[in-house]
């Protein structure tokens, strides 16, 4: 009888590479994000420059006074309300995209940062945050 070679492990974790995608595109939980409760997630982005980091969050038609964001270490928790702009009582929708209510979003900020020197502003819809980078604890070790 011959003996067949059978590459179930490279199957196996196809499949699983497969089924993390799908849960992943399901739920749309970007990297580096935790939930909590809330209603929808603002889409985010975080970059650096040589002396900044800089988060940019899409919160259009959250009133900036209903907006709170606390640092806590490396985290910074965003959280508030986006009410609709429309106060209609019979509502019949056709389509409905745009997702209001309560939110909380906690993003880790990726590099190490001046707790003391953070500018924050809203501007079209954006909520704009400039962290300054903080002064590495870094230093070369000559070896014997």
Known sequence: MPVI????????????REFKEIMDELFRIPYGAITASGSWIPAIDIYADSTSVYLVADLAGV?????ELVLEGQFLRMSGDRKPPLKIKEKRF???EVEYGPFERIVRIPLPIDAE????RMENGLLLVRFNKKGTD???IKIR
């Open 5 to 16: 070679k059978i590459a179930v492990s490279k199957e196996i974790d196809q499949i699983g």
């Open 63 to 67: 009133d900036s006074n209903s907006l």
């Open 94 to 96: 056709f389509q409905m």
């Open 117 to 120: 020197q953070i500018n924050a």
């Open 138 to 140: 870094r230093m070369q």
